[in-house]
């Protein structure tokens, strides 16, 4: 039997602050400009909302390259402001969750300006120090970081490499010193007092290295290998978040999840409670975010097949049913978004937008709803390099034309694939810079935004942002949607998503037409018996003849089937 959680039955809203909202008109949101938007997510239904990095950063990654984790970041307000956002928030009846971002901080850190000072300094063993290869001339290993060129730096002043699996501005901390580790539990304990409801886990993961640091595979084209294996899921990493749980976790009723590549459902079951106590609640696997893209490099396209999309959800539904449990996302700050990405951003942006809600909506797990996709907002495509403020983007611009490629094709990738497309401002209105921001924005503004937009969009009843607060409802009202089991029907079908969720005498049936192309399915249900309820569509009637269903684009709707 499932347990009932709070955070199982949450939806979650996840607020990139930099792109939200800007109270004082410096180009840039901040935490008063979130606190004036909160009843915009209270009446959207949202129970939880998952605050990425405001802590003090020298912004080389947007805050994900921490300072000091108990300040806050100039551009986004101080101390007492976030106080009273998280009193905001509890007064509303929402909980809040931070990002804890501890694989690494920013070299602005002092923690690495006294580490890099000296060999001998009591902070040296807090990062991750090597010699070089080839008598200290090549890094210690072939490792590529995620943001392009080698995970090492050289460090003038004590003859050492340091590792950084992302930005050389983001050297990562040494979890095998156990007082790093207790610093961390202690700065945890730090926010929990001060009343979150729990973390949203970076790259957590990471955070345990091969103490050996081998090279890792090349092909013999490439200039750097794969160091996964040996910074993935590493020797010690179950016992750092249990001794988390024991340190920190077991004493709070919050809710967790963590960021996890390269996981795995086992792995995910194994971290999600020790002996009956809840560690990792939920996790965000990366697995529906390769389907569209090469395996060796993201920027690469390939086709979207459903059947692969199918085979992942009941993968993970199945194997996390009876224990743990599963985090349901198909976009965040790091990934286009996803009407562009998974739907369709022109003829059947409001179709396919309602088509993806409907799917996260019924899927068993907590729904996570990135900003803006709740208006259907879309990929942007800046002309120019020079708008992009991503450090990846602009590293992989960078790289691919030393490299030789034509820029063309570099901003076709960049087009598709950047993590800016998910950071342009939120669309609040049709005024000046869509309403975010009176002065010049720190990153333009999508040039829909007369069309996508807030307030148009709470006006019209058949709008994107109507239907989530709609079918966030029908979740909330029908518990099976919820804690129900999960039955994959027609699994070869190459265009048509269809399931069933049980749960005690409830049953409910999902159909999702996936594509464009219009076409006829034959239903294996009785869906013509006066049990059977349609809860939510997307378009304003049914074409049925007998037990076959005829689909339009991205039609998508759930019955209850008594
Ligand atoms: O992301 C980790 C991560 O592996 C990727 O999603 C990453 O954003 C990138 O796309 C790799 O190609 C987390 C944060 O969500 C991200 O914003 C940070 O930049 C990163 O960690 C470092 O803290
Ligand atoms: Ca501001």
Redesign the pocket.
């Known amino acids: 039997m499932v347990n009932n959680r709070w955070w199982k039955e949450a939806v979650v809203y996840q607020i990139y602050p930099r792109s939200f909202n800007d109270s004082n008109q410096d180009g840039i949101g901040d935490i008063p400009g979130i606190i004036e938007k909160l009843d915009y997510v209270k009446d959207l239904g949202i129970d939880v909302i998952w605050l990425?990095p405001i802590y003090k950063s020298p912004n080389a990654?947007?805050g994900?390259?921490i300072s000091d984790y108990q300040a806050i970041m100039d551009d986004f307000g101080d101390l007492e402001d976030v106080e009273r956002l998280i009193e905001e928030i509890h007064k509303r009846d929402m909980k809040v969750i931070f990002?804890l971002?501890v694989?690494?901080t920013s070299d602005e850190h002092e923690w690495f300006i006294k580490s890099s000072s000296s060999l001998e300094n009591e902070y040296r063993d807090y990062y991750i120090w090597e010699k070089g290869k080839d008598n200290n001339n090549k890094p210690p290993t072939n490792w590529e970081s995620?943001?392009g060129g080698s995970t090492w730096t050289y460090d003038k002043k004590t003859d050492e490499y340091y590792l950084h699996?992302?930005?050389e501005k983001?050297p990562d901390l040494n979890w095998e010193n156990q007082e790093v580790r207790a610093k961390i539990y202690n700065m945890m304990r730090w926010w929990l007092n001060k009343g979150i409801d729990g973390f949203r886990m970076?790259?957590i993961n990471m955070i345990s290295k091969n103490q050996n640091f081998p090279d890792g595979e090349k092909d013999p084209d490439e200039d750097y290998g794969d160091g996964k294996p040996y910074f993935l899921n590493g020797p010690r990493l179950y016992e750092y978040i249990k001794e988390m749980g024991e340190e920190v976790l077991f004493d709070y009723d919050i809710m967790t999840v963590g960021?996890t590549?390269n996981f795995g459902v086992e792995n995910a079951k194994k971290f999600s409670e020790v002996n009956g106590k809840e560690l990792l609640d939920m996790v965000f696997h990366?697995e529906l975010?390769s389907v569209d893209r090469n395996d060796e490099s993201?920027w690469i396209k390939e086709e979207i097949d459903l059947k692969e999309i199918k085979k992942i959800y009941k993968k993970w539904n199945h194997g996390l049913y009876k224990s743990g449990w599963n985090a349901i996302y198909l976009g965040?700050?790091?990934?286009p978004r996803i009407v562009s990405r998974f739907g369709n951003d022109e003829e059947y942006r409001v179709e396919s937008a309602k088509m993806l809600a409907t799917m996260m909506m019924t899927m068993p797990g907590t729904p996570y709803i990135y900003q803006g996709e709740e208006i259907g907002m879309t990929n942007v495509a800046f002309n120019d390099i020079g708008k992009y403020r991503d450090?990846?983007t602009i590293n992989h611009y960078r790289i691919e034309i030393n490299k030789g490629k034509a820029k063309d094709e570099v901003m076709k990738e960049i087009q598709r694939v950047s993590?800016d497309n998910a950071r342009t401002p939120m669309q609040w209105n049709d005024e000046l810079n869509a309403g975010f921001t009176q002065s010049t924005p720190w990153i333009n503004v999508n040039s829909n935004y007369k069309e996508i937009n807030v307030e148009k969009s709470i006006n019209d009843s058949d709008s994107i942002y109507n239907y989530y607060k709609n079918i966030i409802k029908i979740r909330k009202n029908n518990i099976g949607l919820i804690y129900g089991k999960y039955k994959p029907l027609l699994e070869d079908h190459e265009s048509v998503f269809l399931y069933i969720r049980e749960y005690k005498n409830e049953k409910y049936l999902i159909i999702l037409n996936f594509f464009e192309q219009e076409l006829s399915v034959e239903i294996p249900i009785n869906i013509k018996t006066k049990e059977v309820k349609l809860l939510i569509s997307n378009y304003k009637d049914i074409i049925l003849n007998n037990q076959i269903l005829n689909l339009r684009p991205y039609e998508s709707l759930v019955f209850k089937l008594g």
């Open positions: 990425c990654d947007n994900y390259d990002d971002v694989n690494h995620f943001f699996l992302f930005d983001q970076d790259v960021e590549l990366f975010m993201k965040n700050h790091d990934q450090v990846e993590r």
